[in-house]
T-cell receptor, first 111, second 110 residues
Framework: DAGITQSPRHKVTETGTPVTLRCHQT?????MYWYRQDPGHGLRLIHY???????DKGEVSDGYSVSRSKTEDFLLTLESATSSQTSVYFC??????????FGEGSRLTVL | QQPVQSPQAVILREGEDAVINCSSS?????VHWYRQKHGEAPVFLMI?????EQKGHEKISASFNEKKQQSSLYLTASQLSYSGTYFC???????????FGTGTRLQVFP
């Protein structure tokens, strides 16, 4: 089974502070994704990566940046968090046959 | 643009059937279906590819109409365990992005 760990799982922060969420996989899957989930909006793609240092924007990328310096780690950074970025963030990896395997989620609250 | 799912919510009794639809304004290469239970991560159900056949998973199956850019998920003889929110995700030829719909909440009661 694919192993994927998100950290932190819960975070409360204040408006204007930087926040970094980490997604770590234990296998060498090439594609990794960051989604946010909000009521009424479903899952919205923020950024994704198709290899080390290869990333691209999703639907809602404004206010977010990502980095992937190693195959196993995909970092999502909010340079200056805003209340509108309060959400549950899911990392996912593309495993066999294109299936997405999701992490357990990181709940972020921006006060 | 996100694909459009309908209906937004479904309430069923055990043993009843349901159909969830997913429609896109763009040409599709693939359609994914996922189920998410409250407080948990989405879980993969199946993927349908352009030119592929209808897929099945226990009593859950799906179809993909490429010309209409639509997919439907069929749940037959529903069980309590089918409760959750169902998402379709759509992929196109020229991108590795998977864009999800807003979800359909399914509740199955005894």
């Amino acid at each position: 089974d694919a192993g994927i760990t998100q950290s932190p799982r819960h975070k409360v922060t204040e408006t204007g502070t930087p926040v970094t969420l980490r997604c770590h996989q234990t296998e060498n899957h090439r594609y990794m994704y960051w989604y946010r989930q909000d009521p009424g909006h479903g899952l919205r793609l923020i950024h994704y990566s198709y290899g080390v240092k290869d990333t691209d924007k999703g639907e809602v990328s404004d206010g977010y940046s990502v980095s992937r310096s190693k195959t196993e780690d995909f970092l999502l950074t909010l340079e200056s968090a805003t209340s509108s970025q309060t959400s549950v963030y899911f990392c996912a990896i593309s495993v066999a046959n294109g299936e997405l395997f999701f992490g357990e989620g990181s709940r972020l609250t921006v006060l | 643009q996100q694909p459009v799912q309908s209906p937004q919510a479904v309430i069923l009794r055990e043993g009843e059937d349901a159909v969830i639809n997913c429609s896109s304004s763009k040409a599709l290469y693939s359609v994914h279906w996922y189920r998410q239970k409250h407080g948990e991560a989405p879980v993969f159900l199946m993927i349908l590819l352009k030119g592929g056949e209808q897929k099945g998973h226990e009593k859950i199956s799906a179809s993909f109409n490429e010309k209409k850019q639509q997919s439907s998920l069929y749940l037959t003889a529903s069980q309590l365990s089918y409760s959750g929110t169902y998402f379709c995700g759509t992929g196109n030829h020229n991108t590795d992005k998977l864009i999800f719909g807003t979800g359909t909440r399914l509740q199955v009661f005894p």
